[in-house]
């Protein structure tokens, strides 16, 4: 009880703090704090596989990505940081859509007969194995009665994997404005010195 | 569990609505990905409250698809932000239109 309020606190927190930071590192060191207090948050909720997954993925994974690329980005002359932001501006507008939001919201779950329902038994308690939650239940949900979810999460990775590739690549949009000129400039004075000959053409393309 | 689920939900509307003021107000396009998190960690924590309540694993896999789709959408957004904004000082989403149709 005491623990979902700290929890709740942190969360509010830290988020509050990622999204009000000036500099994204900082952001970053608050979303760290969201991401780790959500996955004490599942463990108060009985889904261990989730939690331990939540730190792994997102703390270990996703927060390292985005360290990467404010550090890529950073490395120009100047120090990496945004201009002007639209906060003062546009805050009131953003503030009404998002209560307007989390009434919606609210208003949903409140409806929701989930009261009738909070003190349903679970099968054993956590910690156990085969537990609600816990890994062996949650693999036997995963790849015995939701195959499918498993498959189109692999597809989606892949699709990932192949935009991130096609995105940033050496071939992608950045590299081939770059690159291109360099090429043409290189090769046109060997054109124009040699005559073209069928075998020189095919062999230097 | 000790603590009613419309509480979990709250909790979980109100990280949602900071993740759409984040979006909303920042331009800064790491932030807005950031937010974005925020919104799929919402989400996450009501299905995870939901799965919990009913007692029903659907919840976790909806859960683990969302954390899937979030990584896929962190790679993604992340590879655009930085071949856009490669050779900028400043970064703003505003002055982006390399990606216009």
Do not use: C
């Not at chain 1, 596989?49 to 980005?73: E, H, P, W």
């Not at chain 2, 709250?10 to 998190?37: D, H, K, T, Y």
């Amino acid at each position: 009880m005491i623990a979902f309020w700290i929890l709740a606190l942190l969360m509010i927190a830290s988020a509050v703090f990622t999204v009000t930071a000036r500099r994204p590192v900082h952001s970053v060191v608050g979303l760290l704090v969201n991401f780790i207090a959500l996955a004490a948050t599942y463990l108060t909720l009985q889904a261990e596989f989730l939690a331990v997954m939540q730190i792994v993925v997102y703390s270990g994974a996703i927060l390292i990505l985005f360290v990467f690329v404010i550090a890529l980005l950073s490395s120009g002359v100047r120090p990496f940081d945004v201009g002007p932001d639209r906060m003062p501006r546009i805050l009131v507008p953003a503030v009404v859509f998002a209560v307007l939001t989390l009434a919606g919201i609210t208003v949903t779950a409140l409806h929701t007969p989930v009261t009738v329902l909070q003190t349903t038994p679970t099968n054993g308690t956590t910690g156990d194995a085969g537990a609600f939650g816990s890994v062996a239940n949650f693999g036997v949900a995963l790849f015995a009665d939701n195959l499918l979810a498993f498959e189109v999460t692999a597809f989606i990775l892949m699709v990932a994997v192949i935009g991130v590739v096609l995105i940033a690549g050496d071939e992608g949009p950045g590299g081939v404005v770059r690159r291109r000129p360099k090429r043409v400039i290189k090769r046109e004075p060997i054109l124009k010195a040699r005559p073209p000959s069928p075998e020189l053409v095919e062999g230097s393309g | 569990m000790n603590v009613a689920p419309e509480n979990y939900v709250a909790l979980s509307a109100v990280l949602f609505f900071i993740g759409v003021v984040g979006v909303i107000a920042r331009r800064n396009p790491l932030i807005m990905l950031m937010s974005i998190e925020l919104l799929f960690n919402a989400a996450n924590l009501a299905l995870v409250t939901y799965a919990r309540a009913w007692v029903n694993n659907a919840g976790h896999i909806f859960a683990f698809l969302v954390i899937t789709v979030a990584a896929a959408e962190a790679a993604i957004g992340l590879a655009i932000v930085a071949v856009t904004f490669r050779k900028e000082p400043f970064v703003d989403v505003d002055e982006v239109s390399a990606l216009r149709g």
